[in-house]
Nanobody, 127 residues
């Protein structure tokens, strides 16, 4: 069973930047040991959790429109870490951010393909 540990959340003013990290460990058996897809979701108060961005094992990426040009996802396959660089943050980006990975899916835009989750890290953007 995979274990995901996020770090890097915090409080920042609008226009500022944060970098989230998520280290994946623990999976030593199964058809695939390394995640095929890695992504970030977020959940704001009173709203449903939503997919923000994803990255495949080959480096292909997917971004929701509301973060395009501001957020950048990357991954270190050797260390099983996925990063989210968030620039030009807005108050509406305030949410708990969750790292998630999948070991069978190759579809970055399909939330159902992400089936292992981190505990979440709070990002708060003040105006």
């Amino acid at each position: 069973q995979a274990r995901l540990v996020e770090s890097g959340g915090g409080l920042v003013q609008a226009g500022g930047s944060l970098r989230l990290s998520c280290e994946v460990s623990g999976r030593t058996s199964g058809l695939t040991v390394r995640p095929t897809i890695m992504g970030w979701f977020r959940q704001a108060p009173g709203k449903e959790r939503e997919l923000v961005t994803g990255i495949g094992s080959g480096g292909n990426t997917y971004y929701r429109d509301f973060v395009k040009g501001r957020f950048t996802i990357s991954r270190d396959n050797g260390r099983n870490i996925v990063y989210l660089q968030m620039n030009n943050l807005k108050p509406e980006d305030t949410a708990v951010y969750y790292c998630a990975v999948g070991y069978a899916s190759s579809v970055l835009a399909a939330p159902g393909g992400y089936d292992h989750w981190g505990q979440g890290t709070q990002v708060t953007v003040s105006s």
